[in-house]
């Protein structure tokens, strides 16, 4: 006898790589009902084309158990059967996916428009890339005035370097005094 294949089923689905952890995905057992024991109005109305949630009863949910609370109930419709609720199901669970489908590809092309606007050569940042910039942020912000000036002295050399006084404002504006 040969066995059949069957994929995976991870417990905790949200934890694989692939998933995209930016979109909400619904937890629902019933999408009929959305797990309410109501069919959601917007699927009552593909069997009741003249369907009005404010008006109507709602349609009790046939799937699952959260429904069968409001059988017999005479504040539900219940015309729906099990068989009407498991093709509502599929359609909404269906709709579900094209939405996560559809924002995924939303995300990649905001990806991707992000990379072609960055600095050539500027790829996706590590979070060990976001420490070390902080890190050096931290270190130049530390620099004081006076070593700024000492640094740029060297840099540029002594002669070539602007004389304090011939700075707008000399010091003044960075609370030091004109020599």
């Not at 999408?31 to 959601?40: E, L, T």
């Not at 158990?65 to 729906?80: A, C, H, T």
């Not at 004081?144 to 000399?170: R, V």
């Amino acid at each position: 006898m040969s066995l059949p294949k069957l994929p995976r089923e991870p417990i905790r689905p949200e934890k694989e790589p692939d998933v995209d952890n930016d979109i909400w995905l619904p937890e629902w057992k019933c999408f009929c009902c959305h797990d309410y024991g109501r069919v959601s109005p917007h699927l009552a109305s593909l069997v009741i084309p003249d369907y009005d949630h404010w008006k109507d009863k709602p349609p009790a949910c046939q799937r699952c158990s959260k429904g069968s609370d409001k059988v017999g109930s005479f504040e539900y419709d219940q015309r729906f059967n099990r068989s009407i609720c498991n093709e509502l199901d599929k359609i909404e669970r269906d709709n579900w996916t094209q939405t996560i489908k559809s924002q995924q590809k939303h995300i990649l092309d905001l990806k991707k428009l992000a990379l072609s606007r960055t600095m050539p050569g500027a790829g996706e940042r590590t979070a060990n890339d976001e420490r070390e910039i902080r890190q050096r942020k931290q270190e130049i912000e530390a620099i004081s005035h006076e070593k700024w000036l000492a640094m740029s002295n060297e840099y540029l050399g002594k002669e070539e370097a602007l004389p304090q006084e011939n700075m707008p404002g000399g010091l003044a504006h960075l609370g030091g005094e004109k020599p």
